[in-house]
């Protein structure tokens, strides 16, 4: 049975926010793997600055590359929208029933609006929650429920709004994003 870690996003674009948590908990706990799930676009609410998926899903495994305890996850664009993240556990662990064990990956901000997801309390009785502390966020109501086991993982103040924004007004990303995503991003339009 292989731990695995599923951390949803948008990654719009991923960032090394995000591959500092993604390899912390795939290396420092006792996950064998760290899936990145990419979240599709909402069909009915076009948002002029979410990239296409195959683009965030494209930029997702250049930053991966050949790190063995990493994965880029297309799962949720094959399935009914908006997709729910009860739903995809529900459908991933049908997919590899006798092999792999799923883990919901959370800072601390997702954990606060817990309580609005749909059937979070199935959620929280039947998955294990790891989460990592965000800055700036309140104990959240769930941080001592048993399901949840916290960590301490290192933190960075950056996010993909602050990425987008340096992108169209012309400044250099560089060390923000991992070097193949801004590799990509230097000759490429996306965000400009
Ligand atoms: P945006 O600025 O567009 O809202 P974001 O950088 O917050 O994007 P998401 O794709 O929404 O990125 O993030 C995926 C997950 O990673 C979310 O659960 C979010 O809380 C978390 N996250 C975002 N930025 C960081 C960061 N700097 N450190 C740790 N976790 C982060």
Redesign the pocket.
Same mark, same amino acid.
């Given at each position: 049975m292989k731990k695995t870690g599923l951390f949803f #996003?948008?990654? @719009?674009p991923v960032?090394v #926010?995000?591959m500092i !948590?993604a390899n912390y908990m795939a290396t420092q706990t006792d996950l064998d793997e760290v899936w990145l799930v990419v979240s599709p676009q909402n069909p009915l609410k076009p948002k002029a600055s979410l990239a296409k998926d195959h683009d965030r899903l494209h930029l997702v495994r250049l930053a991966i590359g050949d790190n063995p305890y990493l994965r880029a996850s297309d799962i949720e664009f094959g399935m009914p929208r908006p997709s729910y993240t009860i739903d995809t556990l529900t459908y991933l662990k049908e997919k590899y029933p006798s092999d792999r064990d799923f883990v919901l990956i959370? #800072?601390g901000? @997702?954990l606060a609006t817990l309580h609005k997801w749909k059937n979070y309390e199935l959620i929280l009785r039947d998955y294990q929650i790891y989460l990592y502390k965000?800055p700036k966020v309140k104990k959240a109501e769930f941080e001592s429920h048993p399901s949840v086991k916290t960590f301490d993982a290192p *933190? *960075?103040? !950056?996010?993909?709004?602050y990425i987008r924004r340096c992108l169209k007004e012309g400044k250099s990303v560089q060390y923000l994003v991992p070097d193949a995503v801004f590799e990509y991003l230097e000759n490429a339009t996306l965000y400009r």
């Amino acid at each position: 049975m292989k731990k695995t870690g599923l951390f949803f #996003g948008s990654f @719009n674009p991923v960032h090394v #926010g995000h591959m500092i !948590i993604a390899n912390y908990m795939a290396t420092q706990t006792d996950l064998d793997e760290v899936w990145l799930v990419v979240s599709p676009q909402n069909p009915l609410k076009p948002k002029a600055s979410l990239a296409k998926d195959h683009d965030r899903l494209h930029l997702v495994r250049l930053a991966i590359g050949d790190n063995p305890y990493l994965r880029a996850s297309d799962i949720e664009f094959g399935m009914p929208r908006p997709s729910y993240t009860i739903d995809t556990l529900t459908y991933l662990k049908e997919k590899y029933p006798s092999d792999r064990d799923f883990v919901l990956i959370m #800072g601390g901000d @997702n954990l606060a609006t817990l309580h609005k997801w749909k059937n979070y309390e199935l959620i929280l009785r039947d998955y294990q929650i790891y989460l990592y502390k965000r800055p700036k966020v309140k104990k959240a109501e769930f941080e001592s429920h048993p399901s949840v086991k916290t960590f301490d993982a290192p *933190l *960075l103040d !950056i996010s993909a709004t602050y990425i987008r924004r340096c992108l169209k007004e012309g400044k250099s990303v560089q060390y923000l994003v991992p070097d193949a995503v801004f590799e990509y991003l230097e000759n490429a339009t996306l965000y400009r």
